[in-house]
């Protein structure tokens, strides 16, 4: 699975939006880009995924640029409870065995929204 | 509400003994996953069973076994624990068609004093 890189925090002021940006310039054509968040001590939380099309849900719009190599997470109108650590992961959208399938977890960003 | 419920939520123990967590994953979901979180470390990722199989295999201590029932709750057994195993447990589970998708459990929090 190609690596990514992210920066170890980042602060963003409530109501402004916050762009995470992830790094992932080994990613391979079938590689998916996914992105989760852990709020303090809760179980991680899915957020969005795409592979080469930016993609945009009710919680968050993920950019991926044109070469793949990076991309970033939009949190449009950051609120306090957003504050978290966000994961960027890159993994193959179908696994070789069905069922073979596990994410790994980096450090992240940890997100700070401020009043 | 992820849909993925851990039992029990808050657990102590002593050194030695032996605890076991429990899983329900999603309505649907073949996939468990079991993940350890330490104070201030990462996710590391244990083990995963598939429709009841063991499938995949992390940094899961040979103290430490899981198995996924035909019911599809999975059951994570901590033997001979030591303090170093205090720490946060998650179960997560994902359906067959969407497996980079992961629901996570709220976790299961053990201390070993």
């Known amino acids: 699975d190609a690596k990514t890189t992210q920066p170890p925090s980042m602060d963003c002021a409530e109501g402004r939006a916050a762009n995470l940006p992830c790094n992932h310039s080994?990613?391979?054509?079938?590689?998916?880009v996914y992105w989760y968040r852990q709020i303090h001590s809760q179980g991680p939380q899915y957020i969005i995924h795409?592979?080469?099309n930016n993609e945009t849900n009710e919680m968050a719009s993920l950019i991926i640029t044109e070469d793949r190599k990076s991309s970033t997470l939009i949190l449009p109108h950051a609120t306090l409870r957003d504050t978290a650590v966000y994961y960027c992961?890159?993994?193959?959208?179908?696994?070789?065995?069905?069922?073979?399938?596990?994410?790994?977890f980096g450090k992240g960003t940890k997100l700070s929204v401020i009043p | 509400d992820s849909g993925v419920t851990q039992t029990p939520k808050h657990l102590i123990t002593a050194t030695g003994q032996r605890v076991t967590l429990r899983c329900s994953p999603r309505?649907?979901?073949?996939?468990v996953y079991w993940y350890q979180q330490s104070l201030d470390q990462g996710l590391q990722f244990l083990i995963q069973?598939?429709?009841?199989?063991?499938?995949a295999k992390g940094n899961i201590l040979e103290r430490f076994s899981a198995q996924q029932f035909p019911d599809l709750h999975s059951e994570l057994n901590l033997s001979s624990l030591e303090l170093g195993d205090s720490a946060l447990y998650f179960c997560?589970?994902?359906?067959?068609?969407?497996?980079?998708?992961?629901?996570f459990g709220e976790g299961s929090w053990l201390t070993v004093v």
């Open positions: 992961i890159v993994r193959v959208a179908t696994p070789r065995r069905a069922g073979s399938y596990q994410l790994t």
């Open positions: 309505s649907g979901d073949l996939s």
């Open positions: 795409g592979l080469k």
């Open positions: 997560a589970s994902s359906a067959t068609g969407q497996p980079g998708t992961i629901y």
């Open positions: 069973y598939y429709n009841g199989e063991e499938r």
């Open positions: 080994t990613i391979s054509g079938n590689e998916y």
